[in-house]
């Protein structure tokens, strides 16, 4: 979804506006203007969705292990290199 649910919801609120507001003429059997409401509603949920689900996966991961790379020396002078992983 993400990015592209939110452009599909535009042109939904978009195609519902018009025939909310534009098309005057009322076909025999169901209403025009009831379709626009209906899509404006559905585009407008679908917009809302994808806008949580495109800043949600916009976030870096938090990991709650952190690793440390570094270099001792023992008393002895000898140096080595330690990787540590803290919980």
Not at 33 to 52: K, R
Not at 59 to 87: C, F, I, K, L, M
Request: charge should be positive; proline fraction near 3%.
């Amino acid at each position: 979804m993400g990015l592209t649910g939110m452009v599909f919801s535009t042109i939904a609120i978009a195609a519902g506006a018009v025939m909310y507001w534009a098309v005057t003429y009322q076909g025999h059997g169901f209403r025009l203007s009831t379709v626009g409401v209906i899509l404006m509603i559905v585009g407008a949920v679908g917009f809302v969705a994808s806008a949580i689900i495109f800043a949600t996966s916009r976030r870096p991961a938090a990991s709650p292990n952190r690793t440390y790379d570094r270099q001792v020396t023992d008393p002895q002078g000898r140096t080595a290199a330690v990787h540590e992983e803290v919980h």
